[in-house]
């Protein structure tokens, strides 16, 4: 019995970081563009800019919620942003609005599941849909427009001859697990995740840390928008389209529970990783996207199966 | 005499290294009540489950109509004829009563359609046959606790059964709804269904049952008939040497020094409790019982702060709150023991050091970060004060035995001594050493001036730990009672209304 749950956990640890370093070698050895410096940068390039929504998507996965509308505000946000750097206002100024379009839709989230006890993936469908449709309208002004030049620098800046983003990725993922393991204020996320009563009986701020939560998916959701839009120079209307699927995706395979409680930053960046690894190694082997989202849905599908199979040996 | 329907013959059930059941042997005869009678944690559940095929007996044999019964499943102890009545409700809510009482497809016509006036005869019949009336087109929803339990009752009866079993069907009944059970089960036997009576409630057992079972610790004891057993014989064969120590009337009570640690004020909620006031000394141990449905759960989770209020005010020592959460009431020293440890009050999925560690994650940090030093000393002792049996990095709570569970969901409340301790059935479903262990654990608490404000549905803890007791019917206090006051007859009274 115990052994089961060591090597269960062992397996929701590791096991996706193990099957990312086999996945890197099978493609690696098989095709050698995939292996270029080029290749190999831009995919962490490309995870270090979405790298904020998947962490605030974690920790409401954690925290037993979802917010689906993260795609749709990453769109809004990003394209916002942009809008309004082209338009001749200051790019801060642009960037300020972006972010806190995406706490407000966080806000207005969190509220309503909280105080109207609306279940959170009804009401984040709701506001995917209303949050794209704004967005829609702000890149259909903006269309085939390019965002103006210091809105784009801001994705191309530099350090140490990398573009930021990636070594603030490694950066922001090693502080998170310190502060996730040992922080009062995220070990109440798993405490809400396991069993909000529970949580609410040992006094904890149950309603206060979920509002809070939905606010800051809101708004990271946003920060990786703004990053993103700067980085694609001309706006996009399929920006961050079903962003929030890829990413639940790699939250789950990476060992979050959509029952909450489990789950682990690192791991869905990694899972994320894992992802967009897949598909850029599949174009190489001549794969269709088409069938790809065949590939990764069979993954998901036996990911979650062996999953509830190992929870059930472990008791 | 006719041979048995059911044998037992050395059956044992194992749970990791524990026997739930070891090497039981009793029959039971076709057509009679036989009762099975032990404590909680006697392994009646155990054996239910391995009559109804949910369990397999690690070893011996079971027997029915004389033919051993080899992979046993629940499909196939329902192709014998054997209907259950589980402890837990399984109703449906969006259904209507007749759908209930028939989920099958008894009354479809040729084309597979239901005829519903023939349906809905049917189960008015059943019911009224049952001595209760009902519309029986409204949806289950509609019906209390104890009704739901009858219509459950109600569906097994109608599947034409051989055997018919019932695990503590009573405990969610009031007085009124079980001399109904018991009417409907003697008519049963009477038409020759066999009834296997699971219950550790004794004048039931001597009421109904033509033989009794009496189970203790996972063993056998005694296989009686019911002919000329006094209730204190049977307590004797059921708890064993225990007793005394246990139920010992002469273990000193608390009495309170008398100044007020707690005060309700016209405390009312929205539907199950209206317009309470009560007060709680310090170092008293007070006592509220109600039946099923008298709303005293949802008293004390409105005290705490777990549901809504309408009005009312809350006075902890000198502090007067007219809004509070469990938060503020943690800081004032109230703390709570939730009456279903798989409801809340503990993480299930979590081990024993992260559950440890949940209600005190304020007290182990410095700076917002948790000292893991100081967390495991603390776990470490809590564990040896409670004589909890795990280990604490290694073991989910899930996979504790109940009274380790139940221990370790107090130890979460009892890091000092709290002013006042609001405790909801201390001692569910756990081994009688667990229990006793739990009563020291609260006698303690008032031996140093904490003042408990206990809920409990078991009348022998209520009358073994209190000094006064507060009575609740329909989501108000109706009585009081003190002192030698305390019996079951006079609380049961006043519960069940049959006088004020």
């Given at each position: ?27 690696s ?16 390039y490309?995870?270090s ?7 605030g998507?974690?920790l ?38 972006g ?28 506001t ?8 829609d309208?702000?890149?259909?002004t903006?269309?085939?427009?390019r ?7 801001i994705a ?26 040992r922080?009062?204020?995220?070990r ?7 069993n909000?009563k ?8 149950t ?30 209307v ?13 939250a789950v ?15 869905s ?15 190489m ?5 088409v069938?790809q989202?065949?590939?990764v ?5 036996a ?13 | 005499?006719?041979?048995p ?19 039981v ?10 009762a099975?009678?032990?404590e ?44 259950m009545v589980q402890q837990?409700?399984s109703v ?38 049952a001595?209760?009336?009902?519309d029986?087109?409204?949806?289950a929803?509609?019906l209390?606790?104890?009704?739901k ?14 055997v ?17 059970l ?18 550790h409630?004794i ?26 057993l ?32 707690l005060?309700v ?16 000394g ?20 409105t005290i705490?702060?777990l549901?809504?209020r ?66 495991s000393e603390?776990?470490?002792s ?42 909801c059935?201390?001692?569910r ?10 009563h ?8 140093e ?18 000094t006064?007791?507060l009575?609740?019917?329909a989501g ?9 006051d305390?019996t ?13």
């Amino acid at each position: 019995m115990d052994a089961g749950y060591s090597l269960t956990s062992l397996a929701r640890s590791y096991g996706i970081i193990f099957v990312t370093l086999v996945t890197f070698v099978v493609f690696s050895v098989s095709r050698k563009a995939f292996l270029s410096p080029e290749n190999i940068y831009g995919l962490f390039y490309g995870v270090s800019l979405d790298l904020y929504a998947i962490t605030g998507f974690t920790l409401l996965i954690i925290m037993g919620e979802i917010d689906l509308s993260v795609g749709s505000v990453y769109a809004l946000s990003g394209t916002t942003a942009g809008y309004l750097a082209t338009r001749g206002f200051p790019t801060e100024f642009g960037i300020l609005i972006g972010i806190l379009i995406g706490f407000a839709v966080g806000a207005g989230n969190g509220l309503l599941v909280v105080k109207l006890k609306i279940n959170s993936i009804i009401l984040t469908i709701g506001t995917l849909l209303t949050v794209r449709g704004l967005s829609d309208v702000v890149a259909a002004t903006m269309a085939g427009n390019r965002y103006a030049e210091g809105f784009r620098a801001i994705a191309r800046a530099r350090f140490l001859s990398l573009n930021w983003t990636v070594p603030a990725m490694f950066l922001v993922v090693l502080v998170l697990e310190f502060v996730l393991s040992r922080s009062t204020s995220a070990r109440v996320l798993y405490y809400i995740g396991n069993n909000r009563k529970s949580a609410l009986i040992h006094g904890m701020r149950t309603d206060a840390t979920r509002i809070g939560a939905f606010v800051l998916s809101g708004g990271l959701a946003a920060l990786s928008g703004v990053l993103v839009a700067s980085r694609i120079t001309i706006a996009d209307v399929d920006m961050g389209r079903h962003l929030e699927f890829t990413i639940l995706t790699a939250a789950v395979i990476g060992g979050a529970s959509l029952f909450g409680g489990r789950g682990r930053v690192v791991n869905s960046v990694v899972a994320y990783l894992f992802l967009a690894m897949l598909a850029n190694g599949l174009i190489m082997f001549g794969v269709e996207p088409v069938f790809q989202q065949i590939i990764v849905g069979v993954i998901l599908v036996a990911v979650v199966a062996a999953d509830t199979q190992l929870n059930k040996e472990a008791g | 005499m006719a041979n048995p329907i059911l044998e037992f013959v050395g059956v044992s059930k194992k749970y990791g290294g524990n026997f739930a059941l070891q090497d039981v042997s009793f029959d039971v005869r076709p057509g009679e009540i036989h009762a099975i009678l032990g404590e909680n944690g006697a392994g009646k559940s155990t054996l239910v489950k391995i009559v109804s095929g949910q369990v397999q007996p690690s070893a011996g044999t079971l027997m029915f109509k004389g033919t051993r019964v080899t992979v046993h499943t629940p499909a196939r102890s329902r192709q014998m004829g054997v209907a259950m009545v589980q402890q837990e409700l399984s109703v449906f809510d969006h259904l209507s009563i007749a759908e209930n009482v028939f989920p099958d497809h008894r009354f479809a016509g040729s084309a597979g359609l239901i005829n519903w006036n023939l349906l809905y005869r049917a189960a008015q019949g059943a019911c009224e046959a049952a001595g209760f009336s009902a519309d029986v087109r409204a949806p289950a929803s509609a019906l209390s606790p104890g009704r739901k339990q009858l219509v459950e009752i109600l569906r097994c009866v109608h599947s034409n059964p051989s055997v018919l079993v019932l695990d503590e069907p009573t405990s969610g009944l009031n007085t009124h709804e079980t001399a109904m059970l018991v009417s409907l089960l003697l008519s049963l036997r009477d038409r020759g269904v066999t009834v296997l009576y699971i219950s550790h409630r004794i004048p039931e057992v001597l009421a109904l049952s033509n033989r009794i079972t009496i189970l203790r610790d996972g063993r056998e004891r005694a296989t009686v008939e019911n002919d000329g057993l006094t209730e204190s014989s049977l307590v004797q064969m059921m708890v064993g040497r225990d007793l005394v120590s246990l139920y010992d009337p002469t273990a000193t009570k608390q009495n309170g020094s008398g100044a007020a640690s707690l005060a309700v004020e016209g405390l009312s909620g929205y539907g199950s409790v209206h317009d309470v006031d009560l007060t709680l000394g310090e170092g008293e141990i007070l006592g509220v019982f109600g039946l099923e449905g008298s709303g005293s759960f949802e008293l004390a989770e409105t005290i705490v702060g777990l549901r809504r209020r309408r009005s009312g005010r809350l006075r902890v020592g000198t502090t007067v709150l007219r809004r509070w959460q469990p938060r503020k009431l943690l800081s004032l020293g109230v703390q709570y023991l939730h009456n279903n440890r798989k409801d809340a009050g503990l993480y299930l999925a979590l081990d024993v050091s992260e559950n440890a560690e949940a209600p005190r994650l304020k007290r182990l940090s410095s700076h917002g970060l948790l000292n893991r030093w100081k967390l495991s000393e603390v776990v470490r002792s809590s564990i040896q004060r409670f004589e909890i049996k795990a280990r604490p990095r290694h073991q989910r709570v899930v996979n504790l035995s109940g009274g380790n569970q139940q221990k370790l969901m107090m130890s979460l409340c009892l890091d000092g001594v709290p002013k006042c301790f609001v405790v909801c059935e201390p001692t569910r479903g756990v081994d009688v050493g667990s229990k006793a262990q739990i009563h020291g654990f609260l006698r303690n608490v008032a031996a140093e001036g904490g003042s408990i404000m206990m809920f409990s549905s078991e009348l022998p803890e209520i009358i073994a730990l209190c000094t006064r007791v507060l009575i609740m019917r329909a989501g108000g206090v109706v009585g009081q009672l003190v002192g030698n006051d305390i019996t079951e007859e006079n609380v049961m009274a006043r519960a069940a209304g049959a006088s004020d």
